[in-house]
């Protein structure tokens, strides 16, 4: 069955960096797109970025210059790597692959992002 699985997660002081990582399993990795989601605490999940399956990438305004996401389509893998992290970038972040009308279809359980002052 499909299975993301992120790692990477963990706690940094403002303006510091994390790589964010998920593995991909169960399906043809190289013909979906693949995003980033997070959810802050007591806050709604919100988009973060997406990697298209040809490569085209794109990103939130309020993460964008910061983050960049990559796809190594050979180790099925996806990555988030995050710099000059803010106390507002806190929270769970999720993987998500293939999208379809109603969404993505499948999703990774989170990894958690702790940013402190």
């Known amino acids: 069955q499909v299975q993301l699985v992120e790692s990477g997660g963990g706690s940094v002081q403002a303006g510091g960096s994390l790589k964010l990582s998920c593995a991909a399993s169960g399906y043809t990795f190289s013909n979906c797109g693949m995003a980033w989601y997070r959810q802050a605490p007591g806050k709604e999940r919100e988009w973060v970025s997406r990697?298209?399956?040809?490569?085209?990438?794109s990103f939130a305004d309020s993460v964008k210059g910061r983050f960049t996401i990559s796809r190594d389509n050979a180790k099925n893998m996806l990555h988030l790597q995050m710099s000059s992290l803010k106390i507002e970038d806190t929270g769970v972040y999720y993987c998500?692959?293939?999208?379809?009308?109603?969404?993505?279809?499948?999703w990774g359980p989170g990894t958690q992002v702790t940013v402190s002052s």
């Open positions: 998500a692959a293939c999208i379809f009308p109603g969404g993505y279809k499948y």
């Open positions: 990697i298209e399956r040809s490569g085209p990438t």
